[in-house]
């Protein structure tokens, strides 16, 4: 049968903070879905994550640019943290 294929989140710790294994686990989630459900990633706010995601003590792969136009939504950049800021 066809349809979308759902894909397992990674299992993390139940750390409050980022890890750095879940930060690795996150971030080959996030290149998993971004090059087999690629027409699920708003693509426009890929290069901000990449940015954000260079940083060892933040993450990201929750965000979005926003469609205000269309959906009159603003855009928001969902932030993990290795330690309380």
């Not at 699920?40 to 260079?54: H, K, R």
Request: charged share 20%; with cysteine; proline share 5%.
């Amino acid at each position: 049968m066809g349809g979308v294929q759902i894909m397992p989140l990674p299992v993390l710790s139940m750390s409050r903070y980022l890890t750095p294994e879940d930060k690795t686990k996150i971030l080959d989630f996030w290149m998993l879905v971004r090059k087999e459900h690629s027409d699920t990633v708003d693509q426009e706010i890929v290069p901000l994550c990449d940015f954000v995601n260079a940083y060892s003590d933040i993450c990201t792969i929750g965000s979005c640019v926003g469609h205000a136009k269309a959906h009159k939504e603003n855009g928001h950049l969902w932030i993990w943290n290795t330690v309380f800021m």
